[in-house]
Nanobody, 121 residues
Framework: QRQLVESGGGLVQAGGSLRLSCVAS????????MGWFRQAPGKEREEREF??????????YYADSVKGRFTISRDNAKNTVYLQMNSLKPEDTAIYYC????????????WGQGTQVTVSS
């Protein structure tokens, strides 16, 4: 059974940093693109916002709102994807989810349980 487990969330002051981790179970992690999404307070799960994506060969994409502040990376030997978040702002407060993309198409088929990030002003 595929499983994604996020960690690294917490409470931080504006301007601070956090690094999120997402460990994937199962084999063939390196073949899949991985993404980070977030659900802001008061939003439904279906309204999760795309944050970042890293392809199987390491090409990265970012939402404009986090570009220049967040960095996504992966360690295939550890089945782990990371999200380094710097210069955090109160509007970054959200539940952050990692997800595994399907091999074909743009859907995400497996999701973690989420980790809470709270940025105080």
């Amino acid at each position: 059974q595929r499983q994604l487990v996020e960690s690294g969330g917490g409470l931080v002051q504006a301007g601070g940093s956090l690094r999120l981790s997402c460990v994937a179970s199962g084999r063939a992690f390196s073949f899949y693109a991985m993404g980070w999404f977030r659900q802001a307070p008061g939003k439904e799960r279906e309204e999760r916002e795309f944050v970042s994506r890293i392809s199987a060969d390491g090409v990265t994409y970012y939402a404009d709102s986090v570009k220049g502040r967040f960095t996504i990376s992966r360690d295939n030997a550890k089945n782990t994807v990371y999200l380094q978040m710097n210069s955090l702002k109160p509007e970054d407060t959200a539940i952050y989810y990692c997800a595994r993309q399907t091999l074909v198409g743009e859907n995400y088929e497996y999701w973690g349980q989420g980790t809470q990030v709270t940025v105080s002003s």
